[in-house]
């Protein structure tokens, strides 16, 4: 069980290009924004859709990847672990948020749709 303490896998869409910084002469960091979509019946009976947005990071040679080959609504598979992280915002007020650490990225759009994209 040691192995599945963090871990947090998604399938979803990309809702923005990649975000790249570099840190230093050849570390990148990649910031991605994945919405994931759910679909139920609600006590009526009825479908409900449902979208949630999650926070991604992605470091190094992941971040290379994500630079070259992501785009906004690529849909992907991703792997990795919580982060959480407080803060204090300009009004002074102290705020959480979480994001997930990528360790893999599967690209599960069609290449085709990603060439039409770029």
């Not at 923005?16 to 009526?44: F, Q």
């Not at 449902?50 to 849909?75: D, H, M, N, P, R």
């Amino acid at each position: 069980m040691k192995a599945i303490k963090n871990k947090v896998q998604l399938v979803g869409r990309l809702g923005a290009d990649p975000e790249i910084k570099l840190y230093g002469d050849d570390k990148k960091l990649a910031s991605l924004r994945l919405a994931v979509n759910d679909r139920y019946k609600n006590v009526k009976g009825e479908w409900m859709d449902e979208t949630q947005w999650f926070s991604l990071l992605a470091w190094s040679k992941l971040a290379i990847y994500v630079e070259k080959y992501l785009a906004k609504g690529a849909e992907v598979a991703v792997e990795g672990r919580l982060v959480n992280k407080s803060f204090t915002d300009k009004a002074g007020v102290k705020r959480t948020s979480t994001e997930i650490v990528l360790s893999e990225i599967l690209i599960l759009s069609k290449q085709k749709e990603l060439l039409l994209k770029n």
